[in-house]
């Protein structure tokens, strides 16, 4: 089916699902088929015009009365007009909370004015393992998954996380994140490299929202006795709660000369192309984008071994995966793979083979053909 006409709602902040869903609609809207953001703030990589892409504000309502600002009722009624006036023909919500119940209510409301319109949920994974399964949020979570009219998951470790979780009836299609190889290659720049690196130092580079979950100190901590073996240097990038305390505790390792904290960099790719090591060692990780975003610059990744990071980050060929917590393991694997140049190409061969597996030239299509079959499938009710 071509020429769809879809709805993406997702959170347009730094963060692997709203990275994903804008980079999903953006290649959507390259293929010829006209995109519609829904989201409360310009998705931080709609960057510049493309044709076929058109972006909705949800209105930001502050009433004396409110102390939280019901942003439900206003994502669900901008869900209603778009769908509405723009006649959409499929709207794919990414993160379940609130998103997915949200849209439930919009289908209720179309419906009463003659739209059908179906519902397709991605799951990202704190959606599921984190905030979703908090009973304060469950029943709702679990029951607007159910009635989506399809449901994806960024990874298997998810989909069964996620059947693990909540009592639901709906089958759940794994569709892999992806990566655009043609912005995320290792491209030279030297002169990073010699700014960042001046003595020939091994770069390390750690990517994320500086959550709990993100075990931030365990890169620290690894990288102090790393750096005890050979000359290193650690990129911090990202921002987000617990970056005070990683500053702190840079203070008090005596690591300040040798760890910078760049804060939020759209370029990424730019610093990862100067990188040797990419550190994951999360708690919980339904994909790992940041990872993989890392393998298809060439950089090996030392990860935990949680969730979905298997799936992307193969033990021993694309970097090495330890036990969470585990940064003995996680220093010597990342030591091994230093120690020669040889050894080092290798694994960078390795991990964008890896990466190219996920390239969006293969996965896009599979929810283009998963929205024709649930456009196609799903009856009214
Ligand atoms: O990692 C986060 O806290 C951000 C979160 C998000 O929703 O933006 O990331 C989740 O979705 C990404 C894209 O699908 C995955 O690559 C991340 O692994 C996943 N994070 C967790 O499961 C902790």
């Known amino acids: 089916m071509y020429g769809m006409k879809i709805g993406i709602v997702c959170y347009p902040t730094f963060g692997g699902s709203g990275v994903l869903a804008t980079e999903l609609g953006l ?8 995109v519609h953001f829904i989201t409360y703030r310009t998705p931080f990589r709609l960057t510049a015009f493309q044709e076929n892409v058109f972006y909705h504000e949800v209105s930001d309502l502050n009433y004396p009365l409110f102390e939280y600002a019901p942003y439900e009722t206003a994502l669900a009624s901008k869900m209603v007009d778009v769908v509405l006036h723009e006649d959409l023909d499929v709207l794919h919500v990414h993160y379940a909370v609130p998103h997915a119940s949200v849209a439930y209510m919009a289908k209720k409301i179309l419906l009463q004015k003659g739209k059908y319109i179906p519902v397709v949920t991605t799951l990202h994974g704190t959606d599921i393992t984190l905030v979703g399964r908090d009973p304060a949020m469950a029943p709702v979570v679990s029951f607007s998954i159910d009635k989506s009219d399809g449901v994806t998951a960024v990874s298997h470790a998810l989909k069964k996380q996620t059947l693990e979780a909540f009592d639901i009836s709906n089958d759940i299609k794994v569709i892999h994140n992806f990566i655009d190889l043609n912005r995320f290659s290792r491209q030279n720049k030297e002169h990073f490299k010699q700014a960042i690196a001046p003595n020939g130092e091994r770069i390390f580079i750690h990517v994320s929202n500086f959550r709990k979950v993100k075990r931030v100190d365990d890169v620290i901590k690894m ?26 505790l840079c203070r008090e390792m005596g ?30 990780e339904s994909f790992g984008l940041a990872a993989l975003e890392a393998m298809a610059c060439q950089v090996p990744v030392i990860s935990s071994n949680v969730g979905g990071i298997p799936e992307v980050n193969i033990d021993g060929v694309t970097g090495y995966i330890s036990s969470v917590g585990d940064i003995e393991a996680m220093a010597k694997n990342a030591l091994s ?33 998963y929205y024709a079959e649930i456009i196609r499938t799903t009856v009214y009710a």
Do not use: W
């Open 27 to 34: 290649g959507l809207a390259k293929k010829g088929h006209e």
């Open 223 to 248: 990288f102090a006795l790393v750096e005890k073996e050979i000359s290193a240097t650690l990129l911090m990038i990202g921002d987000g709660p617990d970056r005070y305390k990683m500053e702190a």
């Open 255 to 284: 690591l300040c000369d040798k760890i910078r904290f760049l804060g939020k960099q759209e370029a990424v790719e730019e610093l990862l192309a100067i990188s040797d090591i990419f550190v994951m060692p999360s708690e919980n």
């Open 337 to 369: 793979i230093l120690k020669s140049e040889e050894e080092l190409t290798k694994f960078r061969k390795a991990a964008l083979t890896q990466a190219e597996r996920f390239s969006i030239d293969y996965i896009l299509p599979q929810y283009e053909d």
